[in-house]
């Protein structure tokens, strides 16, 4: 990027080769703050949001928030907001600058500051993709009160650390100042999202004191959703190629794939933009969309993530292209079809056509390792709910428990020469004290289920689904991932 004058609300015009904001940015005024700042919300909800601001909804700009790092902050500041978003398939790249982001604050660094923006009368929603592990849940689910961020919130709400602890301080302090509350809208993959973080919230508030808790109960709207967009993560090739396209140096661009989905409950304090007229879906009840969205795309992100690494394949469509791995998503998706919600107006087999054309774009490089983030926190709303109702039925699970098996079996391998492509987990002291230990594959499974709480998912079916997950782990252990996929396609052809 040396030598290129920075991209900037100056240098905006001169840009080439892609497509400039469709309105004048100074006349945009804040209306949401967004925590967690990162790549998905940049090539997600910030375009959506772009696009009301060009259509001339001029009120609901962007105040993003990063909760740990200033990578973010430190990058898209000296551009005032603005970053290049790259679509990329077969057919090429379509570059576009998006501006809907019109600050940037880096929480630790002033927490008042974000509080403040929060409880401002202007912000009418505050949304989130913090990811999973942010939510601090115990292993039963519920907020894990004894975590030492959640600690340190309830004993110094005015300098919070967490979700929880901003979003308790900014509507302390609407309530006190008898603002309206801002709409809370969660954009993680979470089962029931919405009702997840309320539930959490209504908790830290409980353990806070005071009148709160009855306020968030009785009047702030938690509205759930279902997102869906491919976002590798950005590398310093992208940044370079990008910067050379539009002759600007663009410090943080993101990179995505055309299709992009948002399903929202429309259920909201304070009005929202109308993001219907660009292609959001609202509506009355996410959940069907969500658990086809989990099951089917995240489930088998999880699938293709893991056994891709132990089949040495490092992107997506690289393993997406193999064979074996190919069959198995396809047999992945025939199990979780039949868990999901009947006449709820879904159309699983168009869905999972549309999901084998993204994971084979070639132009899209995402990498494995980064999907295999978190496994601890995404296996049981992705893979283990399912695999428990299809116990439940009496049907097999062969294929979804593989994945688990695949899981730990990468967990196993990380730090050797068989795994050079390393990953991690929240869990990962809790992880590393089972797996060091090598026990038997039933005894391996076992323990980790424990350490990871999935009995709290799985129920009564933990004892059958950790036998059957030993029993793939047990193959890979002895012949390799690729052995595990056959042993899955055996043991269903005999069912």
Known sequence: MSGRDRLSEATLRGAKGATLPAYDRRRVTTGVVHLGVGAFHRAHQAVYIDDCLAAGEAGWGIVGASLRSTDTRDALAPQDGLYTLAEQDSSGEKLRVVGSIKELVVAPENPEALVARMAAPTTRIVSLTVTEKAY???RGGDLDLAHPDIVHDLAEPQRPRTTHGFIAAALERRRKEGAAP??????????????????????????????????????????STMVDRIVPATTDEDRERISRAIGLADAWPVKTEPFMQWVVEDRFTAGRPRWEKFGVTMVGDV???????????????SGIAYLGLLCG???????????????????LWAEAIPTLPKGAGLDPQAYVTALARRFANTALV??????????????????????RGRLAEGRPAAHLMLVVAAWIACCEARGTPAMPESFTDPLDDRLAAVLVQRGSPEETVRRVFEAAGFGAVTGEAAG????????????????????AIEQAMREEETE
């Open 464 to 483: 059958p689904l950790a036998g059957i997950a030993a029993r793939f782990l047990g193959t890979i252990r002895e012949s390799g991932a690729r052995a």
């Open 313 to 331: 394949r490092r992107s997506v469509s690289e393993a997406f292209s193999d064979p074996e791995i190919r069959g198995f998503v396809d047999r």
């Open 182 to 223: 801002f709409t809370v809208l969660c954009c993680d993959n979470l089962p029931a999202n919405g009702e997840t973080l309320r539930r959490l919230i209504l908790q830290f508030a409980a353990a806070r004191g005071g009148d709160l808790a009855r306020y968030v109960e009785q009047e702030v709207a938690f509205p």
């Open 136 to 138: 601090l849940r115990d």
């Open 366 to 387: 995402h990498r494995t390792a980064q999907i295999a983030m978190d496994g601890s926190q995404k296996l049981p709303q992705r893979i283990l709910a399912a695999a």
């Open 287 to 301: 959940r069907p969309f969500e658990e086809m969205k989990l099951r089917l795309l995240n489930g088998a992100h």
